[in-house]
C-alpha cells in the first residue's frame, strides 16, 4: 500500500499558450528537519510533445554559488532539485536533478540511494536560464531557473516512457544547500525519516501530464 503522497497536475502546452500562462504553485511545502531558515519556492510546470518544462522561483537572498561544472556538488549551494521517476509501474530508477544559482547541474541515475551512475551530458541539453537579484512587485528578492528536458531524450533511458494524456509519473522536489549559511532541507511530498532523506522513493509525489 503506497503511502499518502502530494499530486500534481501538470498541463499540457499548446500553440495558443506558454509558461507565463501556467498557474504559478508554492511547490516546497515543508522543512522538516532543520527549523529557523524556510525560503519560499514556487514553480510553472507545463509539457508539450517535444518536452516537459519547469521554471522555479527561490526566494532567497544572496545565494551560495560556488559551483559551476557537471556534476559538482551543487547540493552544498543553494540549490533546487527534481527527483524523476518516468516508469515507477515498471522501473525503480530514477533521475535526479540538481541545480545551484549558477545553473550548475548534478544529474544522476539509479534505483536508490546507492546504486546511482552520473550522467554526463552538454548542460544546453536542458536550455538552463538562470537569473539571480531579481524583485518582484512586493519588494522580494529571489532567484530564478527555468529548463526543460526532452522527452527523446529520456526516452533513450526509459524506452517505454511515452508522454501521453493521462501518464502518471512520480518525484520529488526539493530545497537545500549543505554548507550555506542556514543549511536547509525542503520537501514537496513528505518524506517519511527523521534525518535529511532525498532519496525515498516510496515518498515521491505524483504528477500526472494533462
Known amino acids: 500500500m503506497e503511502r499518502k503522497v502530494e499530486t500534481l497536475v501538470i498541463p499540457r502546452l499548446t500553440n495558443q499558450t506558454d509558461v507565463s500562462d501556467t498557474e504559478e504553485v508554492q511547490i516546497i511545502k515543508q522543512?522538516?528537519?532543520?527549523?529557523?531558515?524556510n525560503p519560499i519556492v514556487t514553480a510553472r510546470l507545463n509539457y508539450s510533445q517535444e518536452d516537459l518544462k519547469l521554471q522555479f522561483k527561490v526566494y532567497e537572498k544572496n545565494p551560495i554559488r560556488t559551483y559551476r561544472n557537471m556534476n559538482d556538488p551543487v547540493?552544498?549551494?543553494?540549490?533546487?532539485?527534481?527527483?524523476?521517476?518516468?516508469?515507477?509501474?515498471?522501473?525503480q530508477r530514477y533521475m535526479n536533478f540538481e541545480f545551484n544559482a549558477n545553473g550548475a547541474i548534478l544529474l544522476q541515475i539509479g534505483a536508490d540511494r546507492y546504486d546511482r551512475f552520473p550522467i554526463t551530458i552538454n548542460?544546453?541539453?536542458f536550455h538552463v536560464l538562470t537569473t539571480t537579484d531579481q524583485i518582484n512587485d512586493k519588494g522580494e528578492v529571489y532567484w530564478e531557473l527555468s529548463f526543460s528536458i526532452s522527452w527523446a531524450w529520456v526516452q533513450s533511458y526509459f524506452?517505454?516512457?511515452?508522454?501521453?494524456?493521462?501518464?502518471?509519473?512520480?518525484?520529488?522536489?526539493?530545497?537545500?544547500?549543505?554548507?550555506?549559511?542556514?543549511?536547509?532541507?525542503?520537501?514537496?511530498?513528505?518524506?517519511?525519516?527523521?534525518k535529511p532523506e532525498f532519496h525515498s522513493s516510496c515518498d515521491f509525489g505524483i504528477l500526472y501530464l494533462e
Do not use: M
Open 75 to 91: 547540493y552544498k549551494d543553494s540549490c533546487i532539485e527534481f527527483f524523476f521517476q518516468p516508469t515507477p509501474d515498471s522501473d
Open 123 to 125: 548542460p544546453a541539453l
Open 159 to 194: 524506452s517505454d516512457f511515452r508522454a501521453v494524456s493521462g501518464k502518471r509519473i512520480r518525484g520529488n522536489f526539493y530545497k537545500c544547500g549543505d554548507d550555506t549559511t542556514y543549511p536547509h532541507f525542503g520537501t514537496w511530498s513528505k518524506v517519511h525519516s527523521n
Open 31 to 37: 522543512y522538516q528537519w532543520l527549523k529557523g531558515y
